[in-house]
């Protein structure tokens, strides 16, 4: 079986030759124009559809190319932005949050001046029992902080309750929603006594228990009631809230009725404590 001979061309010697065609044919060109007109013609009628089509590839091929630019000239654009808006919302957040802090600030100031007798300490509320309501809750303060068992604990307008536990760096809080507390109250306009009793099942309608009150007792929807001078926990005056749906018992001997809050015992931060005790009767 006989091998084939592999022709080997050097690249160079190809590169001279069609250099050299081209300067023969730029020659015939110019020496012979007028004679190769119609072969000139001729190749043009073939390459002119030839070219119109290259050039419309090619214009096809650019516009998409730019497109394709563009589209990823706007994606990166987006993606900017995109991180742009993440921290605009996160400083609008943390705006909103200083906002919102400075309002519970400006609000406790406000209490603080309503009772600008007592001296008081502010705390932040950390932790509250499982359920809807603030009615046992926790604040950050504690015996560190100057705080005492019976300390009387402000919020919103009025009384929110009594601390029950102090420890070193936080304090336990029975608020007046809740079912074991009982606050001696009276009626700012005409002093007759009273007493408030947290209910947990009436909060859902925004209202606690008022009982025992006089049955001579002249009063009426929307009157306030406070703290009274006769309560041994509680110091004289703090407002607690506003009367309604005043009943007279069945025994015709007191009347009951029912007592808005001053304080959102479902929302609850900062808290105001005041750091003086009722002084103890002394027989």
Known sequence: MRRRTKIHINPKH???????????????????GEKLTPLKSAVGTVISPMQRGINSIGSFITDKMD???SMNDLLEENEKLKDQVSVL?????????????????RKLYELDQKYADYPKVAARVISKDSNNWYNVFTIDKGRED??????NVLAGNGLAGIITEVHQNYSIVRSIIDDKSNVSGMFLKTADT????????????????????SKDAEIADGYEVVTSHISPNFLQ???????????????NMTKTAYLTPVVDFERLEEVLIITELKEPLID
């Not at 190809?14 to 012979?32: E, G």
């Not at 100057?146 to 300390?151: F, K, R, S």
């Not at 408030?196 to 859902?204: A, I, R, S, T």
């Open 237 to 251: 005056g703090i407002l607690i809230g506003y009367i309604s749906d005043i009943k007279l018992d069945p025994s």
């Open 89 to 105: 919302t996160y400083e609008n957040k943390i705006l909103l949050q200083d906002k919102y802090e400075l309002d519970g600030l």
């Open 146 to 151: 100057g705080l005492e068992v019976d300390n």
């Open 67 to 69: 497109t394709l630019k």
């Open 194 to 213: 009273c007493f408030v009793k947290g209910d947990l099942e009436l909060l859902d309608s925004g209202k606690i228990r008022v009982e025992l009150i």
């Open 14 to 32: 190809v590169l001279i030759v069609c250099i050299i065609l081209c300067i023969c044919l730029i020659f015939i060109s110019f020496r012979y």
